[in-house]
Nanobody
Framework: QVEVMQSGGGLVEAGKSLRLSCHVS????????MYWYRHRPDQSRELVAS???????DKADSLKGRSILSLDNNKKMGELKMNNLKVEDTAMYYC????????????????WGQGTQVAVSS
């Protein structure tokens, strides 16, 4: 059974950094992509960053220049490090992993993490 567990997050002061991690457990072939979403209060969930197995990275303008993405298939994990955090980064953050397993060799299946709260104080 494939599961995705998130860690990291918490309460930090503006200007500080945080690292969010997403760990995959279970029998898998590959994590072909990892997506990071955030859900801010009174707003819809938004995609803020993504990374593919080949290393292609996309970021929302709000995170460009102050975030680092990684994806390590050997460790079955991905990370989003955010620097120079701002109050407006306060949100619940979710990772979604596009995973290929032996149960379905033809296409990836999306697995969501449970979410982790990031709160940035001024």
């Amino acid at each position: 059974q494939v599961e995705v567990m998130q860690s990291g997050g918490g309460l930090v002061e503006a200007g500080k950094s945080l690292r969010l991690s997403c760990h995959v457990s279970g029998r898998i072939l590959n994590i072909n992509a990892m997506y990071w979403y955030r859900h801010r209060p009174d707003q819809s969930r938004e995609l803020v960053a993504s990374i593919t197995r080949s290393g292609s990275i996309d970021k929302a303008d709000s995170l460009k220049g102050r975030s680092i993405l990684s994806l390590d298939n050997n460790k079955k994990m991905g990370e989003l490090k955010m620097n120079n955090l701002k109050v407006e980064d306060t949100a619940m953050y979710y990772c979604k992993a596009a995973i290929r397993t032996t149960d379905n060799l033809l296409r990836d299946k999306d697995y969501w993490g449970q979410g982790t709260q990031v709160a940035v104080s001024s």
